[in-house]
């Protein structure tokens, strides 16, 4: 019985609680069974409806494996993330919040625990289905194996459809700008059925699924921690989890391209656009370190300086991005080529180069009155739309009739995926360091106050 206690103990609470509200839940009950008399009325149905057809007698199986598995596609892709993250929606107001961070439970184990129930009700409604998948072999026409690597594509696209679903609702904005988000983020995950099945018309591959394995393995723990940073407390180092995961998930799919050379370039895109992408959410980091992150800053100088880029703080968050960049350009360059580390290091430079103009208009003009520090990304975005749009417009209004020249260009990061990157390349930089001169002392007093409290002059 102790030992039946000690388990109880160390089980995560959120595991628990989620396991009896499946288990109590009308709701999810009501949804299985449902499920379980589609697939019943839909096997049944084929059945009777092919079975003195003799053409299409070794394809029977397949044919209703088709069937079947889009059905347990569509519930699994829609059921399994609403009933884990919709109600975690409600918790997103002042009052359930405060309520978890005054409990134990850290906030990495909240999310870790709701993937593991996401995962304890996706075996359910696979356990339901399994005997109508066997059905299929039987038929012939598809293998067990096959079914298997269905099986286990889906159960992937469905905890990665989870956890998107998870950090969409703790995005820090109002419920209907939510729910208009959702809506689009359901209306993509029908999608997802459809699309596995067209990648395995041809025959599904084991070579196939582990590359998909791999992706989804890797983008589970990054999107993770992003939620898990969502939901830390604002007075919390909360760039921290999320960087060193995304850090060692950056090594980790560096490392994999050394076996699958072919990856390689897929790998240098993804983290270098991701990097740039990054760079416009790190504006919205608050420039004042709070008290409890200043406790947590090393006091040795050397420590201080590798730990700089993992604190909260827009500058720190730059340092990190551009540490992440400029590793994978240089070894993307040295892969591929200059030229296509060029297109790489403009993009980057186009990142920087939007993210130090937002931060300089939001503190020096008026914008600062109505716009808050955590909505500096939302000036970044809209520089970055006008940068692509208005250079555009100009050379319409100017040469209706005539193709834009490389001048009119110049600020659109996509343009340099195909008009000489290293014009755009220069362009940028020379922008860039002129907006860092004009943000030099701002930037400066970040790295002065990072640094333990006891090391901090107290004003006069």
């Not at 039946?4 to 839940?25: F, G, I, K």
């Not at 569509?74 to 009052?95: C, D, E, H």
């Not at 999107?223 to 939901?231: D, K, M």
């Not at 090594?251 to 740039?276: C, H, K, N």
């Amino acid at each position: 019985m102790s030992v039946v206690n000690w388990m109880v103990d160390r089980t995560n609470p959120v595991v628990l609680r989620e396991s009896r509200q499946l288990v109590r839940s009308r709701f999810a009950v009501g949804i299985m069974m449902a499920f379980l008399l589609i697939m019943v009325v839909a096997s049944a149905l084929y059945v009777l409806t092919t079975g003195h057809k003799s053409y299409n007698a070794f394809s029977k199986g397949k044919d209703l494996f088709m069937i079947l598995y889009m059905i347990l596609g569509y519930a699994t892709i829609l059921f399994v993330p609403a009933f884990t993250a919709l109600p975690f929606l409600g918790q997103k107001q002042a009052n359930s919040m405060d309520l978890l961070f005054v409990s134990t439970i850290p906030p990495r184990s909240i999310i870790f625990g709701k993937m593991i129930s996401a995962l304890w009700m996706t075996v359910l409604l696979f356990s339901v289905s399994m005997p109508f998948m066997v059905l299929t072999v039987l038929l012939r026409g598809i293998g067990l194996f096959e079914v298997l690597l269905y099986l286990a594509m889906q159960m992937a696209l469905v905890l990665l459809a989870t956890i998107g679903c998870l950090l969409l609702v703790c995005l820090p904005t109002s419920r209907v700008f939510t729910g208009l988000i959702g809506i689009g983020y359901f209306m993509l995950l029908l999608m997802f059925p459809g699309l596995t099945l067209s990648f395995g018309s041809r025959g599904v591959s084991g070579e196939f699924v582990a590359v998909l394995l791999v992706v989804v393995a890797l983008l589970l723990p990054m999107l993770g921690a992003l939620t898990t940073t969502l939901i830390s407390p604002k007075v919390s180092n909360r760039a921290l989890p999320a960087r060193i995961t995304i850090t060692a998930c950056w090594i980790v799919a560096g490392l994999t391209t050394i076996l699958q050379p072919d990856a390689f370039e897929a790998w240098s895109y993804i983290f270098v656009l991701g990097a740039g992408l990054a760079l416009f959410l790190c504006t919205s980091d608050p420039s004042v370190l709070s008290r409890r992150v200043q406790h947590a800053v090393p006091k040795n100088a050397f420590l201080r300086l590798l730990a700089f880029p993992f604190f909260n703080g827009p500058v720190s968050g730059w340092a990190w991005c551009l540490t992440l960049g400029c590793i994978t350009i240089g070894v993307h360059t040295l892969g591929l080529g200059y030229s296509e580390g060029s297109v790489l290091a403009s993009w980057l430079l186009y990142g920087m180069m939007y993210s130090l103009m937002a931060v300089f208009i939001r503190r020096v003009t008026f914008v600062r009155r109505f716009c808050s520090e955590k909505y500096t990304w939302a000036i970044a975005l809209f520089l970055a739309a006008l940068g692509c749009i208005l250079p555009l417009l100009a050379n319409f209004a100017v040469d209706p009739t005539g193709r834009a020249k490389l001048l009119w260009h110049m600020g659109n990061p996509f343009a340099a995926f195909d008009k000489e990157p290293e014009s755009h390349l220069l362009f940028a930089g020379v922008v860039c360091g002129l907006f860092l001169l004009l943000n030099a002392r701002w930037i400066f007093r970040q790295f002065a106050a990072f640094r333990p409290p006891q090391d901090l002059k107290p004003k006069a």
